[in-house]
Nanobody, 117 residues
Framework: QVQLVESGGGLVQPGGSLRLSCAASGSRFAIITMGWYRQFPGKQRDFVATITSGGRTNYADSVKGRFTISRDNAKNMAYLQMNSLKPEDTAVYYC???????????WGQGTQVTVSS
């Protein structure tokens, strides 16, 4: 079974930084695409960033230049470094795993990020 567990969320001041982590198990980690999504209260889940097995990254326009997605295949981990955080970044952040061929996808449980003074 595939399991994703996020960690690293919390309360941070505007302009601050957080690093989210996603631990993956039960998958051939090196061949899949990893992603981060976020959900604002009362809204649908939105794309934040993805990274392919080859290291290609994509970002939502709202986070370009501030967030960085990365992965460590040896540790079966994905990360989201978030800098220059804004109050509008406040959301529940979810880790996502995608098999590119089958398009099977899996989600973590989410971790809360709150940006406030």
């Amino acid at each position: 079974q595939v399991q994703l567990v996020e960690s690293g969320g919390g309360l941070v001041q505007p302009g601050g930084s957080l690093r989210l982590s996603c631990a993956a198990s039960g998958s051939r980690f090196a061949i899949i695409t990893m992603g981060w999504y976020r959900q604002f209260p009362g809204k649908q889940r939105d794309f934040v960033a993805t990274i392919t097995s080859g290291g290609r990254t994509n970002y939502a326009d709202s986070v370009k230049g501030r967030f960085t997605i990365s992965r460590d295949n040896a540790k079966n981990m994905a990360y989201l470094q978030m800098n220059s955080l804004k109050p509008e970044d406040t959301a529940v952040y979810y880790c996502n795993l995608l098999y590119p061929l089958s398009r099977n996808t899996y989600w973590g449980q989410g971790t809360q990020v709150t940006v406030s003074s």
